[in-house]
């Protein structure tokens, strides 16, 4: 009842006054309200702040998300890598045939050179008989390494013995051809027939005997060679410190040199080079 008088008398009290009530602003609407309903200043810095917390956790959740991903898939193609990858029973790498062809064509330059041998002087019976020989040569070299990898004795001292039994056929081809035949067969299939001297020792019977760095010799005691394996089992043959005479050439001049058999104290690089 209270309540209800108070409310009356203040309606009275309006219906008495002379003048209406003057409208409200927006703003003094907003001040009169209580403070409950009345809006703050730091309602939108807080909702703000809300939504930019989330959207740091979800993209720290991202770039979890996406690390993982790389690691796992760094780890897949690194088995994929090893999977292509033949390895030998000891772990280690394959060794490659001496001159197995290559699945890769980095030169325009034939795999059997025929002119090369005919230039030589070799008759194109004599050449069409080089190229089978060479070919056959190259299928077992490639069935070797095929058997060798399907039986697990790749890189090993049994698969070594049977490449260097492959490679004597290669002498076959030499007394065959002749030393100017061979020399353009090893040209002609793209293999070396050079052996150059890439540097020397100190006080080397080499240099004590006046061989230069990029001399190539061409022949030691009388033999023609054409690999650095040839030369190394030269020095270590016939009887040591015996005086032999080594043929080279240098700057396209030929000369003949003479020191003691024996070690040269040299290294050596295999080269190919055309025949003259």
Do not use: C
Not at 92 to 100: C, F, I, L
Not at 185 to 195: E, K
Not at 241 to 266: D, H, K, W
């Amino acid at each position: 009842m209270l309540a209800v008088g108070i409310g009356l008398g203040l309606g009275v009290q309006v219906l008495l006054r002379d003048d209406p009530p003057a409208a409200l602003t927006p703003a003094e609407a907003v001040t009169t309200l209580s403070p409950a309903l009345a809006p703050t200043a730091e309602i939108t810095p807080v909702i703000n702040q809300h939504n930019a917390t989330d959207a740091l956790q979800k993209e720290i959740a991202a770039r979890q998300q996406l690390a993982q991903n790389v690691a796992r898939l760094e780890k897949e193609l690194h088995e994929l890598k090893t999977q292509l990858s033949p390895q030998s029973t000891t772990g280690k790498p394959p060794a490659q045939p001496a001159a197995a062809p290559s699945q890769e064509t980095q030169t325009n330059e034939p795999v059997f050179d025929e002119d090369a041998l005919r230039a030589a002087g070799l008759s194109m019976t004599m050449v069409k008989q080089t190229r089978e020989r060479f070919e056959q040569l190259e299928m077992d070299r490639l069935f070797l390494r095929d058997r060798a990898i399907r039986e697990g004795w790749m890189g090993t001292v049994r698969y070594s013995n049977e490449v260097e039994k492959l490679e004597g056929r290669k002498q076959d081809i030499n007394n065959s051809l002749g030393d100017d035949g061979y020399d353009a067969y090893l040209y002609a299939t793209n293999q070396s027939n050079r052996v150059v001297i890439r540097d020397m020792l100190q006080g080397s019977p080499a240099k004590a005997a006046g061989l230069l760095p990029g001399d190539v010799v061409l022949s030691y005691d009388h033999k023609r060679m054409f690999a650095t394996g040839d030369l190394q089992k030269a020095t270590a043959g016939g009887k040591a410190g015996e005086t032999v005479a080594v043929e080279i050439l240098r700057n396209g001049q030929a000369m003949t040199l003479y020191l003691t058999r024996g070690p040269l104290g040299v290294y050596l690089d295999a080269d190919s080079a055309k025949p003259q």
